[in-house]
């Protein structure tokens, strides 16, 4: 992996999006997928730094978890970071809502589907 000492086994750490360099179509894009909106989801109805990425039940393999994650990252919704062999998130509800007030709000409101 580039950047890391030979043999040391860790992988980078992720690559964050401040949601202030974020459009409303890449917001909008990021969340217009059935599986990342179920993963802002989760993560809203959970305490920061409680969720690794393999504790949702989402029907996609690692891989494809990964890219999702990547794309919530790059739109500004989530941060991620390294705990152990465990990557734990959060929802970055306040720094997202301040960039696009009621957004997020809106999409986790139970009648939204």
Request: proline share 7%; glycine share 8%.
């Amino acid at each position: 992996m580039p950047n890391q000492p030979a043999g040391s086994g860790h992988r980078a750490a992720p690559v964050h999006t401040d949601p202030a360099e974020v459009s409303m179509l890449g917001a909008l894009s990021a969340l217009a997928d059935p599986v990342r909106l179920q993963l802002v989801r989760d993560l809203a109805d959970s305490e920061d730094w409680t969720r690794s990425c393999g504790s949702f039940d989402v029907p996609v393999g690692k891989a494809a978890l990964s890219h999702h994650f990547a794309v919530l990252r790059g739109a500004g919704l989530v941060e991620q970071r390294d705990m152990g062999p465990k990557r734990l998130n959060r929802l970055r509800r306040e720094e997202f809502g301040a960039r696009f007030p009621g957004l997020l709000d809106l999409l986790l409101r139970a009648d939204t589907v």
